[in-house]
């Protein structure tokens, strides 16, 4: 009776080995560019959803509600281009542009969401020198509107994963095309 062996060679394994290495060097780029738009995607939903959150509470509430950039997830800054690092959405009843705690003006301010910083990206700019808030009014229209936020990976991205996030002057946001800087 004959005695087969079965398995690989150790040419055979070191030739599969050499294969797989060319397909991943190949697909790499590929990914880095997918993982670069999908950061910018999800950042530019991230923000359009909060403010959309914050039109309907100014509605609910019936009173102005701040978006605002925030380095430390408690108070607004009013340094440039500071959205990268991430912003807070909050209840601005005394129109003072940060969250205030109770006080002889009233109670304390509401604090409805805050958004760390967001990773894979260089910047998020707005194209206005007062971009670095929108308030809604309880009306539902935005007092800093008529706006538009860039977008940008960081890293050698391609010029197509820029997104603009863009403001209407009623306040109405919404993301524009993949690599359009502006809204248009």
Known sequence: MKHRESGLTLVELMLVLAMMAVATSLAVPSFRSLWAKRSVL????????DLRYARSE????ARPVLVCQSSNAMFCTREAAAWAKG??????SNGSA???GENADGPAEALLRVQATLPALASIVSNVSTGHSITYQA???AKSAAQTIVFTPSGGAPPDSIRALCISLQGRARIGAAGAGSCS
């Open 139 to 141: 009306t539902g229209s």
């Open 42 to 49: 999800l950042a530019a939903e991230a923000l359009l959803g």
């Open 98 to 100: 940060q969250v205030d």
């Open 58 to 61: 100014a509605l609910k509430r």
């Open 87 to 92: 912003w807070i959405v909050f209840v601005d």
